[in-house]
């Protein structure tokens, strides 16, 4: 089987991402009229004050920047 210390890691990544996202996405209102660069600048120092590892931040910030510009432009 699989090693019990890499499904838990797994877990935990998959965990954080989501948190990371909701964390994100709350934020996203408030920078919503920001230019991409400001935005992602902004999000990144709001996540890390948050606590997220750098890692999970750049994995989720362009899924959160593509909702972003998705949402600015409906």
Same mark, same amino acid.
């Given at each position: 089987?699989?090693?019990?210390?890499?499904?838990?890691?797994?877990?935990?990544n998959i965990n954080e991402?989501?948190?990371?996202?909701?964390? =994100?996405?709350?934020?996203? #209102?408030?920078?919503?009229?920001?230019?991409?660069? @400001?935005?992602?600048?902004?999000? $990144? =120092?709001?996540?890390?004050? #948050?606590?997220?590892?750098y890692g999970t931040i750049? @994995?989720?910030i362009p899924q959160v $920047? =593509?909702?972003?510009?998705?949402?600015?432009?409906?």
């Amino acid at each position: 089987g699989i090693d019990r210390e890499i499904i838990s890691e797994v877990i935990l990544n998959i965990n954080e991402n989501e948190n990371a996202i909701r964390a =994100a996405e709350k934020q996203a #209102r408030r920078y919503s009229r920001l230019p991409e660069n @400001e935005f992602r600048q902004k999000m $990144i =120092a709001y996540l890390s004050r #948050r606590g997220f590892h750098y890692g999970t931040i750049s @994995e989720i910030i362009p899924q959160v $920047i =593509a909702q972003h510009t998705t949402e600015t432009l409906e």
